[in-house]
T-cell receptor, first 114, second 112 residues
Framework: SQTIHQWPATLVQPVGSPLSLECTVEGTSNPNLYWYRQAAGRGLQLLFYSVGIGQISSEVPQNLSASRPQDRQFILSSKKLLLSDSGFYLC?????????????FGPGTRLLVL | SQKIEQNSEALNIQEGKTATLTCNYTNYSPAYLQWYRQDPGRGPVFLLLIRENEKEKRKERLKVTFDTTLKQSLFHITASQPADSATYLCALRNSGNTPLVFGKGTRLSVIA
């Protein structure tokens, strides 16, 4: 069966510090991968998605970036965090058949920027 | 502009009653629509998918309808229980090779 891992579970970082959140998927090959942010009281905002190694599509221009160094690894980064980067970050995957299928979400990382 | 609206931010309902949640969309032509459940501090979990050529889908106490003329989906939970309390999100994918887009969700509270 497939599982998706995210770490860390929670993170408190000062403004201006760097960020690296990691997501890995097990039990599937060539998944589509996604990063979402969910701010308090707001909906899921798609940040990045990837259909393959090294292929990243950005949905929202901001100070975040994503990379996919391996088939089942997706990393969200920032060089300098802003207060507005606080939120709940979710990684998700879907099967490789285009975007036809449902998405499976990880446990999330709660980020607080102070 | 394209919009997905779940027009109740929060819904309170008595245990045993049927909860009905609404998802409306504008300027989309979705091939299908999905519903997810999200508990506090957790990631969303897929519940049901309904395709554009289906009027209704059921799973246990859940029922989803999809009206492409009204551009609306209704999500029903019959015989609601306190354990059904959660935020419910609708999501759709436009025709073409694009990822899912999610609504903001409706927070359902089932009161015993």
């Amino acid at each position: 069966s497939q599982t998706i891992h995210q770490w860390p579970a929670t993170l408190v970082q000062p403004v201006g510090s760097p960020l690296s959140l990691e997501c890995t998927v097990e039990g599937t090959s060539n998944p589509n991968l996604y990063w979402y942010r969910q701010a308090a009281g707001r909906g899921l905002q798609l940040l990045f998605y990837s259909v393959g190694i090294g292929q990243i599509s950005s949905e929202v221009p901001q100070n975040l970036s994503a990379s996919r160094p391996q088939d089942r690894q997706f990393i969200l980064s920032s060089k300098k965090l802003l207060l507005s980067d606080s939120g709940f970050y979710l990684c998700a995957w879907s099967p490789a058949s285009g975007f036809q299928e449902t998405q499976y979400f990880g446990p999330g990382t709660r980020l607080l920027v102070l | 502009s394209q919009k997905i609206e779940q027009n109740s931010e929060a819904l309170n309902i008595q245990e045993g009653k049927t909860a009905t949640l609404t998802c409306n969309y504008t300027n989309y032509s979705p091939a299908y629509l999905q519903w997810y459940r999200q508990d506090p501090g957790r990631g969303p979990v897929f519940l049901l998918l309904i395709r554009e050529n289906e009027k209704e889908k059921r799973k246990e106490r859940l029922k989803v309808t999809f009206d492409t003329t009204l551009k609306q989906s209704l999500f029903h939970i019959t015989a609601s229980q306190p354990a059904d309390s959660a935020t419910y999100l609708c999501a759709l994918r436009n025709s073409g090779n694009t990822p899912l887009v999610f609504g903001k969700g409706t927070r359902l509270s089932v009161i015993a």
